[in-house]
């Protein structure tokens, strides 16, 4: 029997891949990495479960099906054995300390997706937190060390990756954008007396938010801009870690 490959399967949420790609950048270039067999085979693995999730996301919702639990499955296992790989040849069993916070975020996901729906802060903060547990796990398995400071980037990164969802309600809603400088305001206070150079993105968006004015409902156009505040936040990393 033929079976369709149903494109859905595979995650269509740009802006998660953008965060995904940050937060694997930012956890890499803390640890200094050297590019190569390992690197490779960490972030194929990384690829591979990110890829399950909207799998198992629909087999939670409507039941196990052959295309999508099927689907998931086969991404988690081979994202799973390429963990495996990595941990055996490189001595770095100890990363598998990341699969509990890993998971309990999903699960914690899966909870407020069910009670307060897909688009609540919840939802999304707990999706966001998943991928800033990737800077610190990340810098931990190519460094073999846990870090202080990649967790606090990792910290700052959840923060800065958070922010943007008011943002995108403003711009629904039709209102201005107040509510996300103030958000920014703060953790620039928050952030600014431990990494300087960390603080410069969240106040540089805090300003740039201050506007009454309702915003143009265009999200591609917000997603764009995202994009650019993201690198801002990359080159401030690649700065403190040079």
Same mark, same amino acid.
């Given at each position: ?16 891949? @953008?965060?995904? =790609?940050?937060?694997?950048?930012? %956890? ?9 067999? %390992?690197?490779?085979? *960490?972030?194929?693995?990384? $690829? ?24 998931? %499955? ?21 990363? $598998? ?22 688009r ?8 966001? =937190? ?8 990340t ?9 202080? @400071?990649?967790? %606090?980037?990792g910290?700052? =990164?959840? =923060? *800065? ?13 039709g209102t ?6 103030? *958000? *920014? ?13 960390? @603080? ?14 309702p915003?143009p ?5 917000v997603g764009?801009?995202?994009v ?14 040079g």
């Amino acid at each position: 029997m033929d079976i369709e490959f149903d494109s859905s399967l595979i995650p269509r949420e740009h802006g998660a891949w @953008a965060l995904l =790609a940050a937060s694997f950048i930012a %956890g890499a270039t803390v640890s200094e990495v050297h590019w190569g067999p %390992g690197a490779g085979l *960490y972030l194929l693995g990384v $690829l591979s479960l990110f890829i399950s999730r909207p799998g198992i996301e629909r087999t939670l919702k409507r039941g196990p099906s052959l295309a999508a639990t099927g689907f998931a %499955g086969l991404c988690a296992l081979i994202g799973s054995a390429l963990f495996a790989a990595f941990a055996v040849s490189f001595n770095r069993l100890d990363i $598998l300390f990341w699969v509990f916070p890993l998971l309990l975020t999903a699960v914690l996901r899966e909870g407020f997706v069910r009670k307060f729906g897909p688009r609540s802060l919840s939802a999304h903060g707990a999706s966001v =937190a998943a991928m800033a547990l990737l800077v610190p796990a990340t810098a931990h398995a190519f460094s073999g060390v846990l870090d202080p @400071a990649a967790i %606090g980037l990792g910290l700052a =990164a959840g =923060a *800065y990756f958070f922010g943007p969802v008011f943002i995108v309600r403003a711009v629904l809603k039709g209102t201005g954008t107040k509510q996300a400088s103030k *958000y *920014y305001a703060v953790c620039t206070v928050l952030i600014a007396p431990f990494a300087s150079l960390i @603080a410069i993105p969240f106040a540089a968006r805090a300003v740039e938010a201050w506007d009454d004015k309702p915003r143009p409902r265009d999200l591609q156009a917000v997603g764009w801009s995202e994009v650019g505040w993201t690198i801002l936040f990359l080159v401030c990393v690649f700065l403190i870690s040079g």
